[in-house]
């Protein structure tokens, strides 16, 4: 018995159009995201630099959906309290970035936000092992980290079923609730394919910002898709 969460399309900022970021949020709020996914990146962890606390900061009031902050950084402790003051409602780390994963886990959750780790496509789950009680968010990369338009690698599906089973038996054990995200070259023709395998928390950011039809302010085309895709 699978344990998804609601579906959710999580549009990443990464690719959206950064000198009209907050139009860009309300305009993919309006056509039915379901979080806002928020690129951290420090050009040491990655090699591409992005944004900080102040531009989560900047956004928070602009839309009602949950900010779901992936730091691409190390170390991450400093910007975990940084972003949890910035608004963020999930912040989820990669455990190579940091030196003592399950205390990190734990501030994310005293700052009131929800936690996650992510796993870059050759990460194992095994870090998950003795912190699954710690994590609301499982967050697998299906491209290697550090830019947007990449291609999906398909060997992530075997992986998203191994999370699922993961998440099914905390669940079964009597865990709590724990979403399952996949993040990297998600398209409208393979969404389905990655919700088949476990997953229901899909992040899209070239797919939405970069759509052909998207005239830079309504969505609701490429969401029209994704929704068929997932019905
Ligand atoms: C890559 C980021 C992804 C990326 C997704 O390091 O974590 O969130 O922005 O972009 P697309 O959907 O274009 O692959
Ligand atoms: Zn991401």
Not at 11 to 18: K, R
Not at 107 to 134: E, I
Request: charged residues 20%; proline residues 6%; negative net charge.
């Amino acid at each position: 018995m699978s344990n998804k969460q609601p579906y959710c399309i999580a549009p990443s900022i990464l690719s959206a159009d950064f000198a009209r970021l907050g139009e860009e949020v309300k305009a993919v709020e309006a056509a039915g995201a379901g979080f806002i996914h928020f690129d951290v990146m420090d050009n040491h962890y990655v090699p591409n630099l992005t944004v900080g606390p102040l531009v989560c900061k900047a956004i928070r009031p602009h839309v009602k959906i949950p900010i779901d902050v992936h730091l691409m950084v190390s170390p991450v402790d400093s910007l975990i309290n940084d972003f949890a003051k910035a608004g963020a409602d999930y912040i989820t780390f990669h455990p190579e970035a940091s030196s003592h994963i399950d205390r990190s886990l734990q501030l994310v959750r005293d700052l009131g936000c929800k936690s996650g780790l992510v796993f870059n496509p050759s990460t194992s789950l095994d870090h998950l092992d003795w912190v699954m009680d710690k994590v609301d968010m499982i967050l697998l990369m299906s491209v290697n980290p550090g830019f947007g338009g990449q291609a999906f690698i398909p060997s992530t599906l075997e992986k998203t079923k191994a999370a699922r089973a993961r998440i099914d038996a905390h669940i079964a054990k009597g865990g709590q609730p724990i979403r399952l995200e996949v993040d990297g070259g998600i398209k409208p023709d393979n969404i389905a394919a990655v919700a088949a395998a476990g997953a229901d928390t899909f992040v899209a950011g070239s797919a939405v910002f970069g759509a052909p039809d998207a005239n830079g302010k309504s969505y609701n085309d490429i969401f029209a898709k994704f929704s068929k895709a997932l019905a």
